[in-house]
């Protein structure tokens, strides 16, 4: 018999994982970690409700650590199988587990100091960076469209998601004849529009017919506004530097950093903005930066024509690299006017909320937010005019002002979802929606139901489905 269960990314953004079942196969699709409010991140140490040893193959779909970011603690717990993705997923986990990994073991330091502020006694790392090495020593490389056998009835051939570099959807055929079923999973999806978005990857693959899907709806109740950004975000940069303010940009070291500075860089050529310091503080987007000059090929028409126009981020005069302790702590010393991006982008951890800590109180500052705030993340808290907030147990005042452009999303919206399903000729016999919060999953799914027809559920954590 045939199923998928989900394990995680039901109910909530995070968490990606979903067990396929077949004949003679067991594999997880995605291993993500669990982020955001503490109701998610403690399904992290909840044991899997199978046994570790009975998955046989993993199969990413793209680097982000809610995809990828509890393989290492798989791998603790005995997983020895392959670990299937594509060279750019690979190369920018060897950047992000590692680093995951550290910053686990600095919390369970930093608990073990502070008695009472961790929920696990005695505070312990979900996994260590040597966990992640061991991770990634799993991983094989898999060049898009090359299919690959899993076994006698199961092959898995991977298609540009567009979503971020080396983003794939997974694409199973199970089983054979008149049993035999095709199974895709979105992984997360691009834009379709890239407009003025400045988005990294080529767009998503065009798909025509499946059994059944599973997709992503992380945008499902949203539209991304259909406006320039440049003129915005130069204004608000503008006014919030020439009076001396520091600019705060929490920004994902992989891809949103390498999108934003190529627009930065656009307006300080274009003299839209002062000719500030830029300042990347974070010890991977120097490695990150490496990956994407190296995969240029795979990016859109309009980044690489951006890199032929302005050259590698690695040569410009007024962009820091800023990725020894000793520069970052410097750089929260500084006095303004410049700009700082920093991970997390949610601010859920990292070198970010050393920043906001330091510039939030001050109503010179600026900070600017790009990208999807989880529910429950400080970037959701800070966003929504919450104030004070709380970094490091302490509460901080917010001053500064606020701003958020949603436009940079690396997700497909509404309309664009849609407008992907569109190309299929046949409708799956069950779409299955996950990688969404509830409002947006209901919302999708009543677009789906009501415009294609299609049968089409929501996802719930745990719930096996056949696959008939
Ligand atoms: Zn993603």
């Avoid at 991983?139 to 899993?150: D, K, N």
């Avoid at 992380?218 to 919030?240: E, F, M, S, W």
């Avoid at 920043?355 to 937010?369: E, Q, T």
Wanted: hydrophobic share 40%.
């Amino acid at each position: 018999m045939k199923s998928i269960r989900f394990l995680g990314a039901a109910g909530t953004v995070t968490g990606s994982k979903h067990l396929l079942t077949s004949d003679g196969v067991r594999l997880l699709v995605d291993c993500g970690l669990f982020q955001g409010a503490k109701l998610w991140r403690e399904r992290n140490w909840q044991q899997l409700p199978i046994p570790i040893e009975s998955i046989q193959d993993i199969v990413l779909t793209h680097a982000h650590l809610d995809h990828t970011g509890y393989l290492p603690r798989l791998v603790r717990d005995g997983f020895r199988g392959p670990v299937y993705c594509t060279a750019a997923t690979a190369e920018l986990c060897a950047i992000l587990l590692p680093d995951s990994g550290r910053l686990q073991e600095e919390d369970a330091a930093f608990h073990a100091r502070h008695p009472g502020t961790s929920s696990h006694q005695p505070a312990v790392p979900l996994y260590t960076e040597q966990d992640a090495q061991q991770a990634l020593a799993l991983m094989r490389t898999l060049a898009l469209e090359q299919s690959l056998a899993l076994g006698p009835q199961a092959r898995l051939t991977l298609h540009p998601a567009g979503h971020i570099l080396g983003s794939c959807f997974a694409d199973f055929l199970l089983g054979t004849g008149g049993d035999q079923r095709r199974i895709l999973f979105t992984g997360d999806i691009g834009r379709l529009d890239h407009g003025n978005t400045q988005a990294l990857a080529a767009g998503p693959a065009r798909v025509d017919a499946v059994d059944y899907l599973v997709m992503e709806s992380t945008y499902g109740n949203r539209r991304h506004p259909d406006v320039d950004i440049a003129p915005q975000l130069a204004q608000k940069l503008r006014t919030a530097l020439e009076r001396g303010g520091v600019v705060v940009i929490p920004a994902f070291a992989v891809e949103r950093t390498e999108k934003l500075l190529f627009l930065l860089k656009h307006l300080l050529e274009a003299g839209q903005i002062p000719r500030v310091p830029v300042h990347i503080d974070s010890p991977m987007a120097i490695q990150a930066m490496e990956v994407f000059i190296a995969h240029a090929q795979d990016l859109d028409a309009d980044t690489r024509g951006l890199i032929a126009r302005y050259g590698s981020p690695h040569q410009w005069p007024e962009l820091h690299f800023d990725s020894t302790p000793e520069q970052s702590k410097a750089l929260i010393a500084a006095a303004g006017p410049f700009i700082v991006l920093s991970s997390s982008g949610m601010a859920t951890g990292g070198r970010v909320l050393h920043h906001l800590a330091r510039r939030l109180p001050d109503p010179r500052n600026l900070i600017v937010f790009v990208g999807y705030q989880s529910p429950g993340t400080l970037g959701e808290l800070i966003r929504d005019g919450h104030n004070p907030v709380y970094i490091h147990h302490a509460p901080i005042a917010v001053q500064a002002e606020v701003a958020a452009f949603e436009q940079f999303s690396d997700h497909a919206d509404d309309e664009e979802l849609l407008r992907w399903l569109g190309a299929f000729t046949h409708p799956p016999r069950a779409t299955f929606l996950v990688h969404g919060d509830p409002d947006a999953a209901q919302a999708l799914q009543q677009r789906i139901a009501t415009t294609l027809g299609w049968k089409v559920e929501v996802a719930a954590w745990l719930q096996e489905v056949p696959l008939t």
